[in-house]
């Protein structure tokens, strides 16, 4: 902890001080001390704002959800068919997350986690060329789908 000056034998701490309270390192740069503890304070106050506005809220997003049982003898090609429509769509103005994942002990076991601002988005999503082209391509190399279209109750992401 930093420790500035002696006050009646106590020291005081920067964390226990006020902003009016600071101390100058040397005499005249009070007022530079000062304002310069105001804004990163505002800029910090900022930053947590617009983090907390950035954040999807529960219910406002449209999350699709897809189980998928690959055709092992096709599982190569269908990982390049995936990649190469995530790829794109996570360029998609409304798209906010889309992740390809893995069962841990069965690798021909894969799950869709897409995330869009809204269902328009997803439907814009779904008309696209590349989309298009990924479900022609794939089609015979998935044995099972199961596709489940969800409302978001609790967001919750560490921030980066």
């Known amino acids: 902890m930093i420790r500035r000056g002696r006050r009646c034998g106590r020291r005081k701490t920067v964390s226990s001080m006020s902003v009016g309270s ?7 740069e009070g007022k530079v001390n000062k304002t310069i503890f105001r804004l990163l304070l505002l800029a910090a106050i900022a930053l947590v704002s617009m983090r907390e506005t950035a954040m999807a809220q529960p219910g406002s997003v449209y999350v ?12 190569a090609r269908f990982l390049e068919a995936i990649a190469e429509d995530a790829a794109a769509t996570i360029k998609e103005p409304g798209c906010l997350q889309f992740d390809v994942l893995m069962l841990a002990n069965d690798p021909n076991h894969l799950f869709l986690y897409e995330v869009y601002e809204n269902e ?9 060329d590349y989309f298009k082209k990924y479900a022609a391509t794939t089609a015979s190399m998935v044995a099972k789908r199961v596709t489940r279209p969800m409302t978001a109750i609790s967001l919750a992401q560490k921030p980066h």
Do not use: K, Q, W
Not at 22 to 28: D, E, L, V
Not at 64 to 75: A, K, Q
Not at 120 to 128: K, L, P, Q, T
């Open 22 to 28: 600071m101390p100058a390192i040397r005499s005249g």
């Open 64 to 75: 699709n959800t897809v189980d998928l049982d690959i055709v092992p003898s096709e599982r």
């Open 120 to 128: 328009d988005a997803f439907r814009a999503h779904r008309e696209s």
